[in-house]
């Protein structure tokens, strides 16, 4: 396969990093694939977590929220004609809601992967769909695909030692208070918070708060 499209819906950066396991697994089996990255908000492999050096060129079509307006229906398929991209090999949906999967099943491809009702959408069907996207997408393709872990060592030692300083120990409890997705808030509170971090620093030594300065 030479071009892959990695459709994600989720804007924060918890949602992204959900997906290393299975995007260095998919970069590690299609070595010679160039991948792209279609979401509804920031692309963060190109941003906050560049320094993951998991590379993920990103398809832009002018359409704000991709997926989440019916009007995009009308513009998916014209958009991506414009910018010449002709079709991809494989399209990999990571989500599962119905409007968003109908409009992105409108961009050129050949195999369409989605677990939307069940694989419906997928072009190809299989005998089972679990909730391991790599299990599936191996019976999919009808090859075996190594399930893979990033290896923090790879990470520059600029980071790795500013992470020493700031967490010297292990078994550590932290909380994100700030939101990955520019677009939303956090539907907890802060006394929620900390009311959760008070009972768990009765069974643990370590907890921290991850904010943005």
Do not use: C
Not at 75 to 97: E, P, Y
Request: glycine share 6%; no cysteine.
């Amino acid at each position: 396969m030479k071009k892959i499209l990695i459709y994600n819906s989720g804007g924060g950066l918890g949602d992204s990093i959900q997906l290393f396991p299975i995007l260095i697994s998919l970069k590690a089996h299609f070595r010679k694939t160039k991948f792209y990255y279609l979401g509804a908000h920031t692309n963060h492999f190109k941003g906050k977590l560049k320094e993951y050096n998991i590379e993920l060129e990103t398809v832009d079509l002018g359409l704000k929220y991709f997926g989440f307006r019916w009007w995009h229906l009308l513009f998916a398929n014209k958009r991506a004609s414009r910018k010449s991209m002709g079709k991809f090999n494989l399209i990999i949906d990571f989500q599962t809601k119905f409007r968003n999967t109908l409009i992105l099943k409108r961009l050129p491809h050949e195999l369409f992967y989605s677990k939307t009702f069940n694989g419906y959408f997928s072009s190809k069907k299989i005998k089972s769909y679990s909730l391991n996207h790599l299990e599936n997408l191996s019976l999919f393709i009808e090859e075996d695909i190594i399930e893979q872990n990033f290896k923090v060592n790879k990470l520059p030692k600029d980071i790795l030692n500013e992470a020493k300083r700031l967490l010297p120990n292990t078994n550590y409890v932290g909380f994100s208070v700030t939101q990955g997705n520019e677009y939303r808030k956090k539907s907890w509170s802060i006394y929620k918070f900390t009311s959760l971090a008070n009972k768990i620093l009765s069974k643990i030594k370590f907890l921290f708060f991850l904010l943005k300065r």
